[in-house]
């Protein structure tokens, strides 16, 4: 459900029409955003947000989106990306972004975007994968 949530989040903000793409460290298509949908790489629904909250397949409520944290159901803070930095909630350094790029800590390449945020693909990325 965690990663769900944190999935489902990258669509925070994001009002464009055509769809983002999100794509492994193959540059395999893993998942698509678009239209306050979130969907897999088969284009199969598996999440929506609304307004902050974030909402799985069945738009039951599993998260919300606030001030640039990712919390839980209980709302407690679950991942925060700040500087390029990806870190967990209790703010420990788990990878980074840069230039299309999404890096473990190790800085190996994990995963590309495209029309993506990058912030949105950290959470892709390090919490709908952990």
């Known amino acids: 459900m965690k990663k769900l949530m944190i999935f489902t989040a990258m669509l925070m903000m994001i009002g464009c029409v055509n769809a983002q793409r999100l794509m492994n460290g193959s540059r395999s298509t893993v998942g698509y955003i678009e239209n306050g949908r979130v969907m897999n790489g088969s284009r ?8 902050g909250r974030v909402m799985n397949g069945s738009r039951s409520t599993i998260g919300y989106i606030e001030d640039g944290r990712v919390m839980n ?3 407690s803070t679950i991942g925060y990306i700040e500087n390029g930095r990806v870190m967990n909630g209790s703010r420990s350094t788990i990878g980074y972004i840069e230039d299309g790029r999404v890096m473990n800590g190790s800085r190996s390449t994990i995963g590309y975007f495209e029309s993506v945020r990058p912030s949105e693909a950290a959470l892709f990325f390090f919490f709908f994968f952990d």
């Open 44 to 51: 199969s629904t598996i999440g929506y947000i609304e307004n």
């Open 73 to 75: 159901g209980s709302r």
